[in-house]
C-alpha cells in the first residue's frame, strides 16, 4: 500500500502540529502494514526534522511542491505504471493557506474521488483510514483508535450529488445496520427524503425519520452541515461527489470541505463509494472482535 503524502505548513510547523499527531497515532500501524509514504519535499524534511519515523522504510521523498512533487502525485494516483502508482493520498490541509486551492492540490482529491482511492484531508480521517488497513489485514483493533469507532454517541452525515445519489442509496441498504449504529444520521433535501423512505421500507418505524432532513443543497444544506462539523456535533462525513459536473454551488460544498479541515483531529470523510465501502466492512468486522 503506497500513500502520497503532503501537509500544509502549518501542520508540520511545530512537534505538536497535526502531521506529528497523525504519525503519533497511526505511526506503529502503519509499520505494521508496511506502508509505504511518498511525502512532498517539504513534508518529508519535516518529518526528518522531527525524527517522526526514524527506521521506517517506506518514507520516500518527492520534490517540493513548488518543483512539482504534488503533480507527481496526482499523476501517480491516475497511475504511472509499476512502481509509480499511488493507493490514496494524505493531504492534511489547513483552509485558510492559499496553495490548498492550487490546481494540483485541487487535482488530487479529484483524481483520488474518479479513481475510488482514499483522500484523506484530516488528522481523523488518516487515523481511521490506517486503523481500517489494519482490520483488513486480520490484525487486532487498535484501543487507540476506539474513539473512532464510538457510533453510538456521534453523528454521520450522508450527502450524495444528483448523478450519486443511487450509490449512496445502495451504500445505505447495504451497510443499513451499522449506520443504524450512529446516534444520529444527517443529510441534506433529497438524499435525506430518500434514506428515510429505504429505511422505512427495511422496517424502521414510520413515525421515526431515520435521517434528519437539513435544507437541499443549494439552499443550504451544505453550510447547515458545516456549521455542525465547527460545533463538534458531526464526527463523520460519508460525501459521495460527482467529479464530472459542475456544480452551481460549488462555494457551499468548499465551505463544508473548508468545515471539515478546520476541525482536523474529530472529523473523519470518505470521499467515494469504494473507499465508504472498504471502511465500512472494515467497521463491522472490528465491532464484531471488540
Known amino acids: 500500500m503506497r500513500l502520497g503524502l503532503a501537509a500544509n505548513r502549518r501542520h508540520h510547523a511545530s512537534a505538536d502540529a ?6 503519533r497515532a ?3 500501524g502503519l509499520r505494521e502494514l508496511d506502508a509505504g509514504l511518498h511525502a512532498v519535499g517539504r513534508t518529508f524534511d519535516a518529518i526528518a526534522h522531527h525524527h517522526a519515523l526514524d527506521g521506517f522504510e517506506g518514507l ?6 513548488r518543483d512539482g512533487g504534488l503533480m507527481k502525485l496526482v499523476a501517480e494516483v491516475v497511475g504511472m505504471g509499476e512502481g509509480r502508482t499511488l493507493d490514496g493520498a494524505v493531504y492534511l490541509i489547513d483552509p485558510v493557506d ?10 488530487l482529491k479529484r483524481q483520488c474521488v474518479i479513481q475510488g482511492k482514499p483522500f484523506l484531508s484530516t488528522v481523523a480521517s488518516a487515523r481511521d483510514w490506517v486503523e481500517s488497513e489494519r482490520i483488513h489485514a486480520g490484525l487486532s483493533p487498535d ?3 476506539d474513539d473512532l469507532h464510538a457510533f453510538d ?18 451504500f445505505a441498504d447495504r451497510h443499513f445496520d451499522l449506520l443504524s449504529r450512529f446516534a444520529h444520521r444527517i443529510a441534506t433535501g433529497t ?39 465547527l460545533d463538534g456535533r458531526c464526527h463523520r462525513a460519508v460525501f459521495f461527489e460527482d467529479p464530472h459536473v459542475a456544480r452551481q454551488h460549488e462555494a457551499d460544498i468548499q ?14 470523510c470518505l470521499t467515494s463509494p469504494p473507499v465508504a465501502d472498504r471502511w465500512a466492512v472494515a467497521a463491522t468486522r472490528r465491532s464484531s472482535m471488540r
Request: glycine share 8%; aromatic share 10%.
Open 18 to 23: 497535526a502531521l506529528f499527531r497523525w504519525l
Open 26 to 28: 497511526s505511526g506503529a
Open 60 to 65: 520516500r521523498r518527492y520534490p517540493f511542491g
Open 98 to 107: 492559499p496553495s490548498s486551492i492550487f490546481p494540483e492540490a485541487v487535482a
Open 143 to 145: 484501543a487507540g483508535a
Open 153 to 170: 454517541a456521534q453523528t454521520v452525515a450522508l450527502i450524495a450529488h444528483d448523478a450519486m445519489k443511487p450509490r449512496m442509496l445502495d
Open 191 to 229: 438524499t435525506g427524503q430518500r434514506l428515510n423512505e429505504l429505511a422505512w421500507r427495511r422496517g424502521w418505524p414510520q413515525d421515526q425519520a431515520w435521517t434528519h432532513r437539513f435544507q437541499s443543497g443549494p439552499l443550504g444544506g451544505d453550510a447547515q452541515i458545516a456549521d455542525l462539523v
Open 255 to 268: 465551505l463544508l470541505e473548508r468545515a471539515v479541515t478546520t476541525v482536523t483531529d474529530t472529523v473523519a
